[in-house]
């Protein structure tokens, strides 16, 4: 990890040292003062503009392939299946800006980051953000759920009549947390997102208890984890229900 500083004495200056030993494959983050940079591979030429601080770094296919980063604002996390790759790509970068190297990634936009170095694996969860959502929606002491949804009920337009249709309950702002849940470590829940989402602007007392099983789910999962192992390959499964949208009659 690396973080930005202003000049200072020699003392004060420079990186802390990488254990050799250290996982290769684990992300390293780096901050870094933004400046405007440009690729000049895939750009036309009459659009780059190079800076002078900028090293040159050779562009090998494998170097290209082996050491990626990911950028948010100025954090910097690093991707390499290669030390030596890793270490050039922190080298490049520390001699065109002043960065600091503060370690593995263990926190990065919300997300934790936890490494198993046995079997080579990496955790994501946002197990504080789950507790944060649950307290703001009230459902912090709520029962936990085994699902997040009802294999039984299917969700209609229907259910919101005149008779069940409930104001001042913050559906679209619910939705929309578990949506950013869904999206980042819980595809777990994912279905029953986007199930209860098509509801955002006519939604019912049915829908409403939809969105608050799902949180009931959450309570009892806070803890679980989307780990990445490097040991194991990613399979996905696919299949169509017959139509079970009962209002368009499509495969959900």
């Known amino acids: 990890m690396f973080r930005p500083h202003n000049k200072r ?11 050799p030993n250290d996982a290769s494959n684990v992300p390293e ?26 090293p040159k770094i050779k562009k090998s296919d494998d170097f290209i392939y082996v050491a990626s980063a990911t950028i948010y604002v100025d954090d910097l996390l690093i991707f390499s299946k290669d030390i030596n790759d890793r270490d050039n790509l922190k080298k490049a970068l520390s001699e065109a800006f002043h960065m600091k190297d503060i370690g593995k990634a263990k926190h990065c936009i919300g997300l934790n980051i936890t490494y198993d170095e046995e079997i080579k694996a990496i955790s994501l969860d946002q197990s504080k953000y789950i ?42 702002e619910a939705v929309g947390s578990l949506l950013y849940l869904a999206q980042g470590t819980r595809p ?3 279905h029953a997102v986007n199930d ?19 949180f009931r789910y959450l309570k009892g999962t806070v803890n679980l984890k989307l780990r990445y192992d490097s040991n194991k390959e990613l399979i996905g499964y696919s299949d169509a229900d017959w139509a079970s949208d009962v209002d368009k009659r499509r495969s959900c």
Request: glycine share 2%; aromatic share 4%; proline share 6%.
């Open 9 to 19: 004495s020699d003392n004060e200056q420079g990186e802390n040292e990488e254990d």
């Open 29 to 54: 983050r780096m901050v870094t003062q933004p400046t405007e940079v440009h690729d000049e591979r895939n750009v036309p030429e009459r659009n780059v503009r190079r800076s002078s601080r900028i």
């Open 131 to 172: 507790k944060e959502i649950l307290a703001t929606f009230g459902m912090a002491a709520c029962k936990p759920a085994a699902t997040p949804s009802d294999p039984s009920q299917r969700l209609s337009v229907r259910m919101c009549n005149t008779d069940e249709v409930i104001e001042n309950v913050p559906y679209q």
């Open 188 to 190: 777990d829940i994912a």
């Open 196 to 214: 209860v989402s098509r509801f955002n602007s006519n939604h019912g007392k049915a829908h409403w208890q939809a969105v608050k099983r799902i």
